[in-house]
């Protein structure tokens, strides 16, 4: 059974780009959620997506948008990179309903903005 | 004010150690307790969630729960070196939001 997976692994930018990360959640899991975590830091919750609609939305500008497709995968994009995107940004999955407190996570896309 | 607090450490101890990993939060609201582990340049891994107050054990791991002090722990037994890595609290809302602390960088010494 695979679990989370995240493309790119790594992933250098300059600033002003944009940049689309990718997520397929762990099998049967229908609800992915994105966490930036700079280091030394815990993860931030950025937005979680649930039947193809945002359901909940942290404190990040709109820079940062997502999509999630139907067969539950999801896209991360970041528009106009700043040197403060620089981070490990992490999926996580798990199931809608009552199960949402087990959310398991993917290895993580590092992005370095330069 | 942070919601969850957590001592980012580092603490390091020799092997068989009793560990004791702590945090604070704030708000009552939280329902459920979480604890991840974090390897060097991985995901976190869930290690044990708790519901209420109370304790939870899972081999040689021990969560507490204390609601009415707001503060939670995690006890690690018998502690080896494959336990070194960042532990990460995480507290939930209802709906899915995780709010984690800063974590707190262990090392275990043979």
């Known amino acids: 059974d695979a679990g989370v997976t995240q493309s790119p692994t790594h992933l250098i930018k300059t600033r002003g780009q944009q940049v689309t990360l990718r997520c397929s959640p762990k099998?049967?899991?229908?609800?992915v959620s994105w966490y930036q975590q700079a280091l030394g830091q815990g993860p931030q919750f950025i937005f979680q997506y649930y039947e193809e609609e945002e359901r909940q939305r942290g404190n990040f500008p709109d820079r940062f948008s997502g999509h999630q497709f139907p067969n539950y995968s999801s896209e991360l994009n970041v528009n106009a990179l700043l040197l403060g995107d620089s981070a490990l940004y992490l999926c996580a999955s798990s199931l809608g309903g009552a199960r949402y407190n087990e959310q398991f996570f993917g290895p993580g896309t590092r992005l370095t903005v330069l | 004010q942070k919601e969850v607090e957590q001592d980012p450490g580092p603490l390091s101890v020799p092997e068989g150690a009793i560990v004791s990993l702590n945090c604070t939060y704030s708000n009552s609201a939280f329902q459920y307790f979480m604890w991840y582990r974090q390897y060097s340049r991985k995901g976190p891994e869930l290690l044990m969630y708790?519901?209420?107050?109370g304790n939870k054990e899972d081999g040689r791991f021990t969560a507490q729960v204390d609601k009415s002090s707001k503060y939670i722990s995690l006890f690690i037994r018998d502690s080896q070196p494959s336990d070194s890595a960042t532990y990460l609290c995480?507290?939930?809302?209802?709906?899915?939001?995780?709010?984690f602390g800063q974590g707190t960088e262990l090392s275990v010494k043979p």
């Open positions: 099998s049967g899991h229908d609800t």
């Open positions: 708790t519901y209420s107050s």
């Open positions: 995480a507290m939930i809302r209802e709906g899915g939001k995780l709010i």
